[in-house]
């Protein structure tokens, strides 16, 4: 695959590997993206089809010859685990 389109299967790997999908109901990666697209957060489906886009834009020659633009302007930053914070509001004296 080219390199105009990791990006955003980088990102699409990372979204359905934390979804509730793999986590807590078990299953596969593939089977996710597969079988139970409905129940992957919007973003998830959202990067799919960007996904599905980019490589589409590959195959057509119109694309080619202007270069393909879904995923070369994709920045991918992987999702940092939340931690609960402290309370940072300072009490008065």
């Not at 078990?26 to 973003?43: I, K, M, Y």
């Amino acid at each position: 695959m080219a390199s105009s389109c990791q990006a955003l299967l980088a990102a699409l790997k990372d979204c359905v590997l934390n979804s509730e999908c793999v986590t807590k109901q078990g299953n596969l990666p593939s089977t996710c993206l597969r079988d139970h697209v409905d129940e992957l957060p919007e973003s998830c489906q959202s990067l799919r089809k960007a996904t599905f886009e980019c490589k589409r834009g590959m195959l057509d020659m119109r694309k080619r010859f202007r270069g393909n633009i879904v995923g070369s302007r994709f920045q991918f930053e992987p999702e940092k685990p939340t931690a609960s914070a402290p309370d940072t509001q300072s009490k008065p004296s």
